[in-house]
């Protein structure tokens, strides 16, 4: 059997009760108010009875089902319903059946229940009668938090229970009690029943004398005795606390979604640190691959500048005689002559002399639109500069597209012509 614990009210304000692994009860602390014994979760508190409404009543039992709907409609009659079924805190038992009737026990709890009567980590609560061990057909009588209240069973279920407004045994409160069970014998709900119980407190004498006068039931006085664990809780919670663990679920819940969201920024961001170190190391890879072929690579650059520079030499196209050949073509019969022609790998210079600036002008642009000539070079001429004579002189400069430039101290071809 495993440990529990019992929170419940007795005459001096509230007790403290543990259960070990072989089913006895220990007594634990005692407080003036249940949150100074520290109620835990897996606990159960016993609702005192004065701060809770018992009904019994006889329901058709032909569908169980009905059940909720017509206890429930029985609540708003007598004013103990919310506006809905979910917004009141009732609870309901089985106590026999006769026919086709089912003899009800109903216990509501207020929807505004004092704080000092439950407690948030608690989700396990009945009425306190339901705690005690009672005798079967017979009315229990004890004292909670200072007033003496009743508690009445059918065989060995609890059938209803109520507070008593006298404070001490005697006529009235025999009187009361007489008109309590009157009550539930016209309703068929008791019968037979002849004797009570008085459950004393530690320190507590009881004097039953005027009771036993007044004619009240035959009476027996005995200490209040340990605990019982109930058949069967409450199944429902105070709505204080079912709104707590409402709002404790969705806390809950949204640190659940927030340690989700962490975990996976964590997993980008660690993903993200893992790919930049590798990139890391594949850079420095790299750069390694790079310095070691780096002479390699210079010295196929160097190469590769001298062989270019001499693809001019070895095309037949860009050879200077060839140059010389295609521009000369171009020479009108008399009036142009040519008197500079400069070639080196990247660069052509001519230079020559017309008998007028126009001739020379023409000359220059028959150079630069020649399709022989512009297949390896790019051409620029600036006016030509008219001469005392009367002629002109002129220069044409070709610069060899993909060259690195000319070279002052490469071959001239033909300084004079």
Known sequence: MPAATIYRPFAGGWQKWLRDEAGAWTPGDEAMELGELKPSAGGLIAVPVRRAFSLSLWVPADDPGLFRNLVFTQLELRGLAGRTPEE????WREITREGNEALLHVVVLPSNLAPRYWHGEVTDYAVSPACLPLAADSVSIWREEGNWVAAVTRGPSLLHFQ????DHPGTSMALEVWLMLASLEAGRMADGISSAVFYSQPGEELDLGTWQAAGGLAAQVQPLPAPVWPDKALGCIPLPVRAMQQTKAIGARRQRLAFAGAAVYLAIVLALAGQ?????WRARG???????DAPTVAATKDAMERWDSLQAALD??????E???????????DGVRLILFEMNLGHVVIQGEASTFPAAQKFQDEVKKNTELQA???WTADNPKSLQNGSARFQIDGARRGAAGAKEDTTNE???I
């Open 88 to 91: 009141t805190t009732f609870a």
């Open 163 to 166: 507070p008593l407004c006298e």
């Open 276 to 280: 930049t170190l590798w990139l890391h």
């Open 286 to 292: 790299l750069q390694a691959e790079l310095d070691r």
């Open 316 to 321: 037949p196209l860009g050879y200077p005689l």
């Open 323 to 333: 140059v010389l050949y295609q521009t000369a073509r171009l020479l009108p019969k």
């Open 376 to 378: 390896y070079y790019d």
């Open 414 to 416: 033909s300084p004079h």
